[in-house]
T-cell receptor, first 117, second 112 residues
Framework: DGGITQSPKYLFRKEGQNVTLSCEQN?????MYWYRQDPGQGLRLIYY???????QKGDIAEGYSVSREKKESFPLTVTSAQKNPTAFYLC????????????????FGPGTRLTVL | EDQVTQSPEALRLQEGESSSLNCSYT??????LFWYRQDPGKGPEFLFT???AGEEKEKERLKATLTKKESFLHITAPKPEDSATYLC?????????????FGQGTRLTINP
């Protein structure tokens, strides 16, 4: 089955720790994204990548880092510099048609809920 | 600044009671508008894409429509399994090729 997987489903972090959230897709999509979702708020973009070995900051990149060494994988590291990391993290992917129609549809993974202890 | 506002924040309906959810947007140039369904503790599930004013899409009891300023998600004769949060997002010409701006969602509850 084609899809996006995220692991772990639940993650607990102690103060001062870095943690890494995994995102893998087998949809052969070029573009991948990380969002953060807080209660009562819309999804906010953390980082995105349109091609291997390249990524761009989203609206709330401070305290986060990413890598894109393989097309299938886009891990997110939540660093100790992120002061309020407790949230639901969502990974998504889309076909990159460049500027054309149909390039905007993003498909989401099941999410990782991160809690700071 | 591109912006998406959804209303109402929450809506409770009786089974079979039809209604509509609203998504108002302000963008410098709309490339596409997207509707998603999200169940508690899960990732959003893609429903529809609309590209131009006047366009309509349907899926089972859901119908999405688009004007130049807003989109509606019409729910006809809903069932309890339609209970979820419905998210609206826009892709703007001024944004990067795939950047979406999301609304805060409408939490829909259908009572049996």
């Amino acid at each position: 089955d084609g899809g996006i997987t995220q692991s772990p489903k639940y993650l607990f972090r102690k103060e001062g720790q870095n943690v890494t959230l995994s995102c893998e897709q087998n949809l052969n999509h070029d573009a991948m994204y990380w969002y953060r979702q807080d209660p009562g708020q819309g999804l906010r973009l953390i980082y995105y990548s349109q091609i291997v070995n390249d990524f761009q900051k989203g609206d709330i990149a401070e305290g986060y880092s990413v890598s894109r060494e393989k097309k299938e994988s886009f891990p997110l590291t939540v660093t100790s510099a992120q002061k309020n990391p407790t949230a639901f993290y969502l990974c998504a992917s889309s076909i990159d048609h460049g500027q054309g129609r149909g390039s905007g549809e993003q498909f989401f993974g099941p999410g990782t809920r991160l809690t700071v202890l | 600044e591109d912006q998406v506002t959804q209303s109402p924040e929450a809506l409770r309906l009786q089974e079979g009671e039809s209604s509509s959810l609203n998504c108002s947007y302000t963008v410098s140039g709309l490339r596409g508008l997207f509707w998603y369904r999200q169940d508690p503790g899960k990732g959003p599930e893609f429903l529809f894409t609309l590209y131009s004013a006047g366009e309509e899409k349907e899926k089972e009891r859901l119908k999405a429509t688009l004007t130049k300023k807003e989109s509606f998600l019409h729910i006809t004769a809903p069932k309890p399994e339609d209970s979820a949060t419905y998210l609206c997002a826009v892709q703007a010409v001024t944004q990067g090729a795939q950047k979406l701006v999301f609304g805060q969602g409408t939490r829909l509850t259908i009572n049996p």
